[in-house]
């Protein structure tokens, strides 16, 4: 009976660090969603920023392309780790739902064998009873 109740706290344990795992991945899905925001609103200041120069220079261009294409590079990592954070989101999400339904089973076996365990001490005490009874009518 002691292993159910060292697997019932193992499970709370793993659920517990799952929705810890889970909570830290959602702060930082939002934390990059937020960064994501501000990149884009950063890049769309520099195009249009880029759109009203006049100014004609090469080296100044092709500093400004090269503002526009890192901006754009990190927007799309943003949008990656975002994605990937949603990923794995889901995937704990799941595994705490698998882990909270194994311990919804686990519960319910755990109260089975208590009925079972009071039923059999109730039977033994019946039958030391007996017993004893017996004896004293043998005496």
């Known amino acids: 009976m002691t292993s159910i109740v060292e697997r019932m706290s193992k499970c709370k344990k793993e659920l517990s660090e799952k929705e810890r795992d889970r909570l830290l991945i959602r702060r930082v899905s939002g934390a990059n969603a937020s960064q994501l925001a501000h990149m884009e609103k950063m890049l769309h200041e520099t195009k249009g920023l880029l759109e009203k120069k006049t100014e004609t220079h090469s080296e100044s261009q092709a500093c400004g392309d090269t503002m526009v294409s890192d901006l754009e590079q990190k927007v799309q ?3 990656r780790d975002r994605r990937n954070s949603l990923h794995r989101t889901q995937l704990l999400e799941s595994q705490m ?3 909270r339904g194994e311990l919804v089973g686990t519960l319910d076996h ?3 064998l208590r009925n079972i365990l009071r039923r059999s001490q109730q039977k033994s005490e019946e039958r030391e009873a007996a017993m004893q009874k017996l004896a004293a009518g043998l005496r």
């Open 77 to 79: 990592r943003s949008k």
């Open 97 to 99: 739902k698998t882990v």
């Open 110 to 112: 755990l109260e089975e």
